[in-house]
């Protein structure tokens, strides 16, 4: 991922639910290159939060999505009204399983997208993109972290 690419399509998405400061966007770098982002966003419950992540290629394997996760789960449980903070991934990205687990998140469910879900989804893939297997929901509440 570019971060011509981010500041173009992902950036402004993440404006629009930025309303609380619990909940945003943060990019990651290293020696002033762009590595890519965390985020933590709102879902349809009140008392959740989703934990998202991308990183360039160069940065996988050397621990930067599990340190920025990781603060920023901890900045979302200061906040007492969040009881839970969720993520998903591919069920072949076992990589991003592995930092989940890393984080303390245990695996809720297995699920498919329908098209209708991501319809819905404005952030990760597009609509008629529904991945050949399925996904992976993680979770942790306060007491895991």
């Known amino acids: 991922m570019s971060q011509a690419l981010f500041r173009e399509k992902i950036l402004p998405v993440y404006l629009s639910h930025s309303g609380e400061a619990r ?3 943060w990019i990651i770098e290293a020696d ?4 890519g982002w965390v985020s933590l966003r709102k ?11 991308r990183l360039s290629l160069s940065a996988w394997g050397k621990g930067y999505a599990t340190e920025a996760a990781s603060a ?15 993520a998903t991934t591919y069920e072949k990205n076992v990589p991003s399983q592995r ?4 984080l303390g998140m245990v695996l809720l469910r297995r699920f498919r997208l329908s ?10 893939v597009n ?11 993680y979770v942790i509440d306060p007491g895991n972290v």
């Open 23 to 25: 909940f945003g966007f």
């Open 32 to 35: 002033g290159e762009f590595l």
């Open 43 to 53: 879902t349809k419950n009140w008392d959740e939060a989703t934990l998202g992540y």
């Open 72 to 86: 920023v789960i901890a900045m979302g449980f200061q906040s007492k009204a969040i009881k839970s903070i969720v």
């Open 99 to 102: 930092v989940l687990e890393k």
């Open 115 to 124: 098209d209708e879900d991501l319809a819905e989804d404005d952030t990760s």
């Open 127 to 137: 609509t008629g993109d529904v991945w050949e297997r399925d996904d992976l929901e």
